[in-house]
C-alpha cells in the first residue's frame, strides 16, 4: 500500500510525511477512524514508506525489495495482531494470516463486522486473546531481519484481552530499538489510558463525498452512479464499495433477464419491464442503459477476438460467453446506436416507460436476426 493509493486525505499523509522528515517518527502511532475509514490503508501506506529502501519525496517506491514484500504483507519484520477467535485446531493472528492477508487484499476499508463474517465467526466471540501478549514479545524481540523497522500492526487494539493489554504496555515502556507500533483503532473508549498515554494519536477523518466519488469512478462507475453512492455510503468507503457490488449485481440480473425475454419475444413480459425501467431513478435508468451497452460491445468483441479481447470477470464473463452468439457484425451498430439514443432520451427527460418498450421491441428483432 501507498500513500498514492489512498484517495484524498492529504493533511493526514502531510502530518505522517512531516513526522518523518524531521526526524520524529513516534514508536507508537495510533490512527483512530470510523468503520470504511482510512485508518488501516494509512497505517500500511505508512509502515511502506518508512521500509522502503528508496523513499520519494512523499511516498514509496513501490518497486524496491521492502515496498515489494509489504504489499504483498509478506515483508520478515512486518507482523500483525487483529481479533480472532478460538476454535480447537486454530488461536491468534498468526494462525490467521493467511485469511488477513486475502481479506485485506480485497479491501482495507472493510469493518470488523466484515472480518467476522469473512471468518465465519458466526457468533463466536472475537478477540486479541491473552497469548497474543507473549507472541508479541516473542516476535519483536528478534532482531530485524531486513527491514529497517520491524514493525507491529495491531488492528482494533480496543478488543484486546486485558492481559494482552498489560504485555502490550510493557514493551511500550521499554520499547525495543527500531520497532513501531501502529495501532489502527475505531474507539479509544475501551483502550487502557496507560497505553494511549504512551501513544501519538492521530485522527483520520471519514472521507468526504467527493473523496468517495473519485475512488469509485476509478473503480469504473460513472460520474453518476460514482456520485449517487457516495451520498449513500457517507463517508464510509467499505459501504460505499459494497453498495456499488450490489448496484453492478442488480444490473447484471437485471439485463440478462430482459435480454432473455427480448429473444422469447413475449410482448406482455416486455411491457412489464418497461413498467419497471420507469420506476427507476433517472440516473439508475441511464446506469443501467450505459451497462447494457457495454454488454453489448464486450459480447461483440468476445465473438470476434474471445476472451483475451475483454476486460471482464466472474458473472459477466459468463454472461458474454453465452450472449456473444447473438450479437454480430450485422446488427452491432444498430444496438450501439439505439442504446446511446436510449441514453440521450434519458438526459432530456423522455417517457422512460415509452423510450424502454421501445427498446425492448428492437432488441428483439435484432436478436432474433441469424
Ligand atoms: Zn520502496
Known amino acids: 500500500m501507498q500513500f498514492s493509493d489512498i484517495i484524498g486525505l492529504t493533511e493526514v499523509k502531510q ?3 512531516n513526522a518523518y522528515q524531521r526526524n520524529h517518527v513516534a514508536h507508537a502511532q495510533l490512527f483512530l477512524g470510523k468503520d470504511g475509514g482510512g485508518q488501516l490503508s494509512m497505517a500500511l501506506a505508512y509502515a511502506t514508506f518508512l521500509n522502503c529502501e528508496n523513499k520519494q519525496t ?3 517506491c513501490g518497486k524496491c525489495n521492502a515496498c515489494q514484500k509489504y504489499n504483498k504483507l509478506i515483508h520478515p519484520d512486518l507482523h500483525f495482531v487483529f ?5 480447537k485446531d486454530k488461536a491468534g493472528s498468526e494462525a490467521y494470516l493467511k485469511e488477513w492477508r486475502n481479506f485485506l487484499g480485497e479491501s482495507s476499508y472493510s469493518s470488523f463486522y466484515d472480518w467476522t463474517k469473512f471468518i465465519e465467526a458466526d457468533n463466536k466471540q472475537c478477540l486479541i ?3 497474543e501478549g507473549r507472541n508479541i514479545i516473542q516476535n519483536l524481540s528478534l532482531k530485524a531481519y531486513e527491514g529497517q523497522y520491524k514493525t507491529l500492526i495491531i488492528w482494533l487494539p480496543e478488543l484486546m484481552n486485558v492481559n494482552a493489554a498489560n504485555a502490550i504496555l510493557k514493551i511500550l515502556e521499554e520499547p525495543p530499538e527500531k520497532t513501531i507500533f ?3 483503532s475505531n474507539s479509544v473508549d475501551r483502550m487502557l489510558a496507560t497505553i494511549l498515554s504512551r501513544t501519538q494519536m492521530l485522527n483520520v477523518r471519514p472521507f468526504t463525498d467527493e473523496e468517495v466519488r473519485e475512488y469509485l469512478e476509478k473503480q469504473g462507475l460513472t460520474p453518476e452512479q460514482a456520485a449517487q453512492v457516495a451520498l449513500l455510503a457517507e463517508g464510509n468507503l467499505g459501504e460505499a464499495l459494497r453498495l456499488s457490488q450490489d448496484a453492478q449485481d442488480d444490473k447484471q440480473v437485471m439485463f440478462r ?6 429473444y422469447r419475444a413475449d410482448l406482455a413480459l416486455l411491457v412489464k419491464w418497461s413498467e419497471k425501467f420507469g420506476t427507476l431513478t433517472k440516473e439508475n435508468q441511464k446506469a443501467f442503459v450505459q451497462y447494457g451497452l457495454t454488454m453489448i460491445r464486450e459480447s461483440f468483441l468476445y465473438r470476434y477476438v474471445g476472451e483475451k479481447g475483454i476486460h471482464l470477470e466472474n458473472e459477466g464473463l459468463n454472461f458474454v460467453q453465452k450472449f456473444h452468439v447473438f450479437i454480430h457484425e450485422r446488427n452491432i451498430d444498430r444496438f450501439v446506436l439505439a442504446f446511446n439514443e436510449s441514453y440521450r432520451h434519458i438526459e432530456r427527460n423522455a417517457n422512460a416507460k415509452i423510450m424502454f418498450l421501445d427498446l425492448s421491441l428492437k432488441s428483439m428483432a435484432w436478436l432474433r436476426e441469424k
Open 182 to 184: 501502529l495501532m489502527v
Open 58 to 60: 512523499a511516498d514509496s
Open 15 to 17: 502530518t505522517l510525511l
Open 129 to 131: 486473546p491473552v497469548q
Open 257 to 262: 433477464d430482459w435480454m432473455r425475454d427480448c
Open 83 to 87: 481479533p480472532t477467535f478460538t476454535s
